[in-house]
């Protein structure tokens, strides 16, 4: 069973940073690409950011373009979501989410995606 584990959420006023952390155990990250995800009460999941197996290439939703940076350490099987100049429309729950395949441009689609996290509130708001 391929587990994910995210954590780093809360609480953070208007123009602050959090850094979110997604764990894989019981398996190897490096040979997954990684997509940070979220969603807000009412609306739909959506893509923030994504990884690919190697941590070469990366993608940003538009609106996060510029604040957020998503890194990878495979030593320590953790994805890292760095999150800067947090609004309150970046208010949802994350969910990390992983896939064996090869995505693309396609990785900023929570539907490529087989292992999911529990996920975690973040919040933004003064």
């Known amino acids: 069973q391929l587990q994910l584990v995210e954590s780093g959420g809360g609480l953070v006023q208007p123009g602050g940073s959090l850094r979110l952390s997604c764990t894989a155990s019981t398996f190897t990250l490096g040979y997954y690409n990684i997509g940070w995800f979220r969603q807000a009460p009412g609306k739909d999941r959506e893509g923030v950011s994504c990884i690919s197996n190697s941590g070469e290439t990366t993608n940003y939703a538009d609106s996060v373009k510029g604040r957020f940076t998503i890194s990878k350490n495979n030593v320590k099987s953790t994805v890292y979501l760095q999150m800067n100049s947090l609004k309150p429309e970046d208010t949802g729950i994350y969910y990390c989410?992983?896939?064996?395949?090869?995505?693309?441009?396609?990785?900023?689609?929570?539907?490529?995606?087989?292992?999911w996290g529990q996920g975690t509130q973040v919040t933004v708001s003064s």
């Open positions: 989410a992983a896939s064996p395949a090869f995505l693309g441009s396609r990785c900023m689609s929570h539907r490529e995606y087989e292992y």
